[in-house]
Antibody
Framework: QVQLVQSGAEVKKPGASVKVSCKAS????????LHWVRQAPGQGLEWMAW????????KCAQEFQDRVTLTRDTSITTIYMELRTLRSDDTAIYYC??????????????WGQGTLVTVSS | DIQMTQSPSSLSASVGDRVTITCRAS??????LAWYQQKPGKVPELLIY???TLQSGVPSRFSGSGSGTDFTLTISGLQPEDVATYYC?????????FGQGTKVEIK
């Protein structure tokens, strides 16, 4: 079965960076885009970015373009999202989610369990 | 960027009621509209895609309609297990924006 397993909770100080991982299994890793979505406490869902695990192409929402780096390691079917220059309002649960198969459009049908990132001095 | 606007932001209804949530896109997105359900403390789950196609395993009391800019999620016969926040999402283009959510409670 499709599984997305994310790394554990993190506590960071303002100005620091955090790197969250998402390991995919149960399907062909390079056949589907993967997305990052975050949710601040008590707030709604915010789409951040996608990565094409096949060729590494990526796209970020404009508000994250200067602070987010997306990478992947196909040998271990894992993607990474690094967020730099953390602020208190980056405190949120960060989700990875499987998106479209290549050459098609489809929403996110499988989600990771979420990674809580807390930014606090 | 395409903005997604949901209404209402919250609602309270009785068990068995018909519940309707609307979602409006700031520009046309054809039928590339998804609905998600997020129960308290849980991960979002895909309910409907392509505006009206039920994801496998979703009860038939859920239905979706619309195309272009105006979309609707309907729960025909609200059940206690439907207490959740519902989000629409544009997946026609990036950024794949979400609506702000509609919190559904039981009266």
């Amino acid at each position: 079965q499709v599984q997305l397993v994310q790394s554990g909770a993190e506590v960071k100080k303002p100005g620091a960076s955090v790197k969250v991982s998402c390991k995919a299994s149960g399907y062909s890793f390079t056949d589907y885009y993967l997305h990052w979505v975050r949710q601040a406490p008590g707030q709604g869902l915010e789409w951040m970015a996608w990565i094409n695990p096949d060729n590494g192409d990526r796209k970020c929402a404009q508000e994250f373009q200067d602070r987010v780096t997306l990478t992947r390691d196909t040998s271990i079917t894992t993607i990474y999202m690094e967020l730099r220059t953390l602020r208190s309002d980056d405190t949120a649960i960060y989700y990875c989610a499987r998106g479209s198969p290549m050459g098609d459009r489809h929403p996110s049908d499988h989600w990771g369990q979420g990674t809580l990132v807390t930014v606090s001095s | 960027d395409i903005q997604m606007t949901q209404s209402p932001s919250s609602l309270s209804a009785s068990v068995g009621d018909r519940v309707t949530i609307t979602c409006r896109a700031s520009q046309g997105i054809r039928n590339y509209l998804a609905w998600y359900q997020q129960k308290p403390g849980k991960v979002p789950e895909l309910l409907i895609y392509a505006a009206s196609t039920l994801q496998s395993g979703v009860p038939s009391r859920f239905s979706g309609s619309g195309s272009g800019t105006d979309f609707t999620l309907t729960i025909s016969g609200l059940q206690p297990e439907d207490v959740a926040t519902y989000y629409c999402q544009n997946y026609d283009s990036a950024p794949r924006t979400f609506g702000q959510g509609t919190k559904v409670e039981i009266k």
